[in-house]
């Protein structure tokens, strides 16, 4: 089925977003936005009119860093979009801050109630402006309990975990240390 | 209004808890619903009865070991989660699958959401206070389950697919059987035509009862059936084809407004579809093996990865980040009935208790696919 297909990167481009293509067949998504936390909002209501829909929320765990980029709890919350009427799909990604506090977009999406509240269950990420942030799958006394925070141990820095090109310099140095033994 | 008024209505109003062994919640579901009269004013649903934590169980044991888990999130139509697993970590190891194990992958995931449509027509039909249906459908969904057990092992939670193939080839009896299956299928059509779709009775409870707009399935992402009764044709099996589908000719039926009739008039038109896609892959099966060479120690490269398919109810999405190791770091999987029932606050407003129930049941909910 020839479907017409349309690049929605300059759109989101245009509306000063961090969006770089990413390769389908190895990634399953199009698009892959790192967002600002104070453009969560911004981003979700251009997605909405532009006719995506939400396919979820979630969060994601690795080591804070540290030193530089403070701020940064080392949990991130990611989206996915993608379209009904063509082969689009966006991940978007926003570091959540210190104070756990990520804008609520379920007055856009009324959609990301739910996987919001599950996000707060599973991360302790806190949705500002979300009417009903109460335990959704976990039981209402394990308001506190985060079973997807990973273990220190099993923590693992964001560089070790993405597609990146181009690995941090001192990790870089090391690893051409070790293949030179 | 005046006060007293105000306060009158107040004194009719009152919590009724619909579940959590409510029958057709199907499931261990709750629904506080605030009441008035007959008149539900603000359904709640409350999950979780049945929460595994099966994204967690997903983090912690090597990807080969997670198999079994996903054919336990939606029991009723089980292969297509087992698709969708096999194929991400195929994807994010790029692993090859032979011509004739998607071939089989197709025909069994049709088989399975064939049964399911059947089992969800049993089941709404009994909601809607008709106790006929259910034994014709279970009638026709024993032989399926027949079928799939001579090849995969299990009835309902099946582990058949394996990275780079299946797990065994399918026989001359499988193949005859299915083919029976599909010409015995066709004829019961008329059988369920003249017992439901033309059933006066059935039609009011579901003629404009529960319509969902386009745009609100598209503010709450809903998807499957329950998205193509409000006449959007996205599947995911034509959107973004993935396996062998593109090889095949089959419609995606819509509806038109968006109400309970049109969701069930989706999926019975579905049924017929999915058995033009298992003729098709079985004139054309080709032959080969069914299985390719895969290390036993699969490694998840650093980065992430996302894989949709279709399943019965919907998009099923599984998002993976790896590590390096064979363990995910991060699996996620998105299951289309939660985002699918989560429009029920908004589209049970003001509306009588007996319809919420017709509602519930033409969305097919399988509980433990949403509490996960």
Redesign the interface.
Known sequence: ?A?ETKDYKKDFLHQGFDATETAY?????HLEVVLDVNQVRKFAQTA?EL?F????V?G??VRPDEGHDKGNSGLEV?Y?F?R????Y?I?ACVSVPNSLEVPSISDI???A??HERETRD?YGVVFDGHPNLK?????EEDVDFH??LKEEANL?SLH?????SEPPKAVKGEAEAESGQ | MLESEYQEHQQNRFFLNMGPQHPSTHGVLLIVLEMEGEYVLDPQPV??FI?R?H??MG?SRPCQAFMPNTARMDYVCALPYNHGYVSLIE?KAGIEVPKRAEYIRVITSELNRIASHLLWLGAYLLDLGAFTPILYGFDDREHILDILESITGSRLTYCYYRFGGVYQDIDDKFIEATRAFVKRMRKRYAIYEKLVTKNIIFIKRTENIGIVSPDM??????TGPN?RGSG?A?DVR???PYSVYPEFDFEIPVGEQGDCLDRYMVRIREIEQSLRIIEQALDRLPEGPVRSKVPKNIKLT???????VEAARG?L?Y?L????TSTP??L?V?VPS??NL??LP?LGRGILLPDLVSILGSFDLVIPEI??
């Open positions: 089925m479907k067949d190895q990634r399953g998504f909405y006719g829909y939400l396919v979820f979630t994601f765990h990611v996915q993608a009904y009427d063509q082969l799909r991940k999406y009324q959609g109630d739910w599973l335990p959704l799958l976990l039981a079973p997807l693992k070790e975990v993405s597609w990146s | 999950l979780g929460h934590m994204e967690k983090e994807r399935a598209l503010r709450y992402g809903m998205l959007i996205y034509k959107n973004e650093p980065g992430d990865c996302n894989f949709a998009e999405s998002y980040v790896g590590d390096g770091y991060r996620k998105r939660y985002s989560s429009c908004e509490d996960r």
